[in-house]
């Protein structure tokens, strides 16, 4: 089992750029699979970037693709999401989530583990 906790999340300006991270627990955090999803007032959990365990296979939904760019370091057992040109759409809470059964996978249901989320708010 492991543990998620997610931090680096805050307030800034539409153009702007945030880099949450996700601490996990456990030896075996270079085996799994991670995620990062969202949720915004009023809408469904969506899917933003995946990575798979060394990070030679990202997935990016369309709407971060070229502006978001997911990491890991299974060193340090630490997952990244550096968000740059921030829009007012991306305000959300941004939950990381993890899992050792499947490949990167964009579906929330196919992850086990997830953090208690972080809160991302950019004003325009």
């Known amino acids: 089992q492991v543990q998620l906790v997610e931090s680096g999340g805050g307030l800034v300006q539409a153009g702007g750029a945030l880099r949450p991270s996700c601490a996990a627990s456990?030896?075996?955090?270079?085996?799994?699979?991670m995620g990062w999803f969202r949720q915004a007032p009023g809408k469904e959990r969506e899917f933003v970037a995946a990575i798979n365990w060394n990070g030679g296979n990202t997935d990016y939904a369309d709407s971060v693709k070229g502006r978001f760019t997911i990491s890991r370091d299974n060193v340090k057992n630490t997952m990244y999401l550096q968000m740059n040109s921030l829009k007012p759409e991306d305000t959300a809470v941004y939950y990381c989530?993890?899992?050792?059964?499947?490949?990167?996978?964009?579906?929330?249901?196919?992850?086990?583990?997830w953090g208690q989320g972080t809160q991302v708010t950019v004003s325009s």
């Open positions: 989530a993890a899992d050792s059964r499947v490949a990167v996978s964009r579906a929330a249901n196919a992850y086990r583990y």
């Open positions: 456990g030896r075996t955090f270079r085996t799994y699979v």
